[in-house]
């Protein structure tokens, strides 16, 4: 794509969605549609009585839980809403729709129709598209829907904010081999009980194992079978569609190596006239050939994903010195001010600094001729104050241009496809100082390190834990005011969901909505993003233990959650580690332990640990642990901290 840009991509014509391009593109929206083409495959199959959506998703740690960021959601019961692209832009537009379809049912006391919405959702996505200051979504969106009077009906909305009806279609990285799969069958008419097994079986087939180790399928309907509801499909149906897809792919892997076999024992009988012994070890040798060439083939593909990865970097690397020499280039009429003057400066052997003007001694000749050369040693003393300006500016434009190119707000990357300001305030998260969360059997942990500048300050200022609602607990980590900001929205939200509805907030909720909230910070140019990473969690007798965490990329449920100084070693620790059935005073220790492990004593000379939890000991109410748990924390922390650690740490500490 970026040797297709050519100079364009120099001349500044990909730094805007606003901004045409000499030959009509518009970068911006080519890049959002590279964001979905990197994301996972979707795909949308329409039948006889209904729409089939099924979706791979790769959990990435073993630390997330595995329903975390679903990309199949619901709107007014009866609208399936499936997208592929940037989380985060697909939950703000998954917001949008169910809150277009509440207006709707207020104005017209009806349920909204799937064309109206995905209609009204497409224009809400091109308005995205118009502004310098804002940039598109990087997501695609599925609408489906069935009904007794239109049938079942499926609508894709893209990037750019065009709105289709279709068949079947597949979107994500996979798109290409998932719709030669859907283009073979005639799916119109078949019922959705036989297209939710073909959905498994083309997920299945389009997986790459090498990149997506632990990758899970999601699948769901909306049919006349329920009622017209989208709903996920039941656990049952989800196993049979399972299954069928890991035998189809057996089978079709079998068939492949039973072919080509067969095709070499032609090719050999009719070269050699051998005797039936001789052709069945011949052929045993060669299914042995095969097995070491597929062996091989897995080889050279991981290989080529590596080469890949390492030719986009040195692409991303290629593109910042281009726009490094481009604005470099913009800046060459100030060399060559600079140039004219000191030819100047040369020719006259004079010292036009500010500070020798006064000392030249006026020659003797007429009044006239002394008022004539001193306007010229004032428009001298001019011209060297401009020369100094622009070479200050020079130098600015020079050392700032690599920081102004990534800092562009809310607008793509020409060769990553994401949003790069946020690369460097994850850095300021992970330079701070640690946070730990952790989920057991009957409650959760909060710990967190908080460094006092010097001994004015009292233990509590900078405080990094809070409670909302007498029953969640809210840790952050990263910029101070950030947090101190969202902890003010939080605990506001939660007044106004008790105000509407009489009772708590519950915790997933909470997490959406300050996710949502976090995220209209992101796409829009004139705004600074949060600079901190946030983690709630609670405990109910209902739902038990939970934890969120929310970050500018999206929010996901989590099993044990840590962020600061750099992340070592502690979620490669927590990852090893089953914290699911430990309770919750054993587990202050382990998170007091965790927080030891990254302290440096040097630097750190004036820092504070504080522990919290909320439990089934606690009634569900977040507190501070008590003093004597917090002592044998401590004293726990100390003890196990030189077993775990190498000899030669120790003394640093």
Request: hydrophobic fraction near 35%; aromatic fraction near 10%; charged fraction near 25%.
């Amino acid at each position: 794509l970026s040797k297709e840009m050519g100079s364009n991509s120099n001349s500044g014509y990909d730094l805007s969605a606003a901004t045409f391009s000499p030959d009509g593109r518009i970068y911006q929206l080519e890049y959002a549609n590279k964001a979905v083409n990197n994301s996972h495959t979707c795909v949308a199959i329409r039948g006889l009585d209904g729409v089939v959506f099924g979706v791979e998703k790769a959990v990435s740690s073993s630390l997330y839980e595995d329903y975390s960021n679903q990309r199949i959601a619901t709107v007014a019961d009866k609208i399936g809403f499936v997208f592929s692209g940037l989380y985060p832009d697909g939950r703000a537009l998954h917001h949008y729709a169910v809150e277009e379809a509440i207006s709707y049912h207020k104005s017209y006391r009806s349920d909204i129709p799937c064309g109206h919405l995905a209609e009204r959702l497409s224009l809400y996505v091109h308005a995205y598209t118009l502004y310098g200051a804002l940039r598109p979504f990087g997501c695609s969106v599925f609408l489906g829907s069935w009904s007794p009077l239109k049938g079942p009906e499926l609508y894709l909305v893209e990037p750019c904010g065009s709105m289709f009806g279709y068949r079947s279609w597949a979107i994500g990285r996979s798109h290409q081999a998932a719709k030669a799969e859907v283009d073979e069958m005639n799916s119109t008419t078949k019922p959705v009980s036989e297209l939710i097994n073909e959905a498994a079986r083309i997920i299945y087939s389009i997986r790459d194992e090498a990149r997506d180790k632990h990758c899970i399928m999601e699948l769901s309907w909306v049919s006349e079978a329920t009622g017209g509801k989208h709903e996920l499909v039941p656990e049952n149906i989800y196993k049979e569609a399972e299954e069928f897809a890991k035998r189809a792919l057996e089978e079709s892997d079998d068939e492949d190596d039973d072919t080509k076999i067969s095709d070499l024992i032609v090719d050999v009988n009719k070269k050699l006239d051998c005797t039936e012994k001789e052709k069945s070890c011949l052929a045993c040798e060669q299914k042995k050939v095969l097995f070491d060439l597929n062996k091989l083939l897995k080889k050279s593909i991981a290989l080529s994903n590596k080469v890949r990865e390492k030719r986009l970097e040195l692409e991303n690397v290629r593109c910042m010195r281009r726009i490094y020499e481009s604005k470099k280039q913009s800046c060459n009429y100030c060399k060559q001010f600079e140039k004219s003057t000191l030819k100047l400066r040369d020719a006259d052997s004079v010292d036009i600094s500010k500070s020798n003007i006064g000392k030249l001694k006026q020659p003797n000749c007429s009044e006239e001729r002394k008022a004539e050369i001193h306007c010229m040693l004032s428009e001298l003393d001019n011209q060297n104050r401009q020369l100094l300006f622009y070479r200050q500016l020079l130098t600015e434009q020079e050392k700032s241009v690599e920081q102004e190119r990534r800092f562009y707000w809310g607008s793509f990357d020409s060769t990553l496809w994401t949003t790069p300001t946020h690369e460097y305030f994850n850095r300021n998260v992970n330079n701070a100082k640690a946070c730990v969360a952790i989920r057991g059997s009957d409650g959760v942990v909060f710990g967190i390190q908080t460094t006092m500048p010097c001994s004015i300050y009292p233990n509590y200022a900078g405080e990094r834990i809070a409670t909302v609602a007498d029953k969640i607990g809210f840790v952050f980590s990263g910029s101070y005011s950030d947090g101190e900001a969202m902890q003010k929205y939080v605990i506001e939200e939660a007044k106004s969901y008790y105000d509407s509805h009489q009772r708590d907030v519950p915790c997933f909720h909470l997490a959406e909505s300050l996710a949502n909230y976090v995220h209209e910070f992101k796409y829009q140019g004139v705004l600074k993003p949060f600079d901190c990473r946030m983690c709630l969690g609670t405990w109910s007798p209902i739902t038990g233990p939970e934890i969120y965490a929310v970050q500018p990329t999206a929010t996901q449920p989590y099993k044990s959650w840590i962020h600061g100084c750099n992340d070592p070693p502690d979620n490669a620790e927590m990852s090893k580690s089953s914290f699911d059935r430990i309770p919750v005073r054993q587990l202050v220790k382990e998170a007091a332990l965790f927080l030891y492990m990254v302290r440096n004593a040097i630097n750190d000379a004036r820092c504070i640990m504080k522990l919290s939890w909320v439990s089934e000991d606690t009634g569900g109410k977040h507190e501070f642990v008590p003093e004597n748990v917090f002592q044998e924390a401590v004293e726990f922390a100390t003890n196990d901290l030189p077993r775990i650690l190498p000899s030669g740490t120790l003394s640093d500490m």
